[in-house]
Nanobody, 123 residues
Framework: QVQLVESGGGLVQAGGSLRLSCAASGRTFNRYIMGWFRQAPGKEREFVAAINWSGGSTYYADSAKGRFTISRDNAKNTVYLQMNSLKPEDTAVYYC????????????????WGQGTQVTVSS
């Protein structure tokens, strides 16, 4: 497994932007599919975006399309989530996760998780 640590969360006004980072330990980072998920209070964890090992293929939830961009830097063992045009409904704890399986939005296919970073969007 790989250890993951998220950062970059915070409080932002609606319409603003944040960039989340997820730093991974280990020398095999570039073998993993990486994903971002989020969980709002009282709701289930939901998929946001995923990226394949090379960064050449990405996959987004409908709620993220056109506003969020996932990217990775394998030299830095880091995956990013650039979030623009943020809305109050984007408020949640955001988690990054690593998977040995194919690119997917299913949380059960991710076997390593970070501790999460809080994103709060005020109206």
């Amino acid at each position: 497994q790989v250890q993951l640590v998220e950062s970059g969360g915070g409080l932002v006004q609606a319409g603003g932007s944040l960039r989340l980072s997820c730093a991974a330990s280990g020398r095999t980072f570039n073998r993993y599919i990486m994903g971002w998920f989020r969980q709002a209070p009282g709701k289930e964890r939901e998929f946001v975006a995923a990226i394949n090992w090379s960064g050449g293929s990405t996959y987004y939830a409908d709620s993220a399309k056109g506003r969020f961009t996932i990217s990775r830097d394998n030299a830095k063992n880091t995956v990013y989530l650039q979030m623009n045009s943020l809305k109050p409904e984007d408020t949640a704890v955001y988690y990054c996760a690593a998977s040995d399986y194919g690119i997917s939005g299913r949380p059960s296919l991710y076997n390593s998780w970070g501790q999460g970073t809080q994103v709060t969007v005020s109206s």
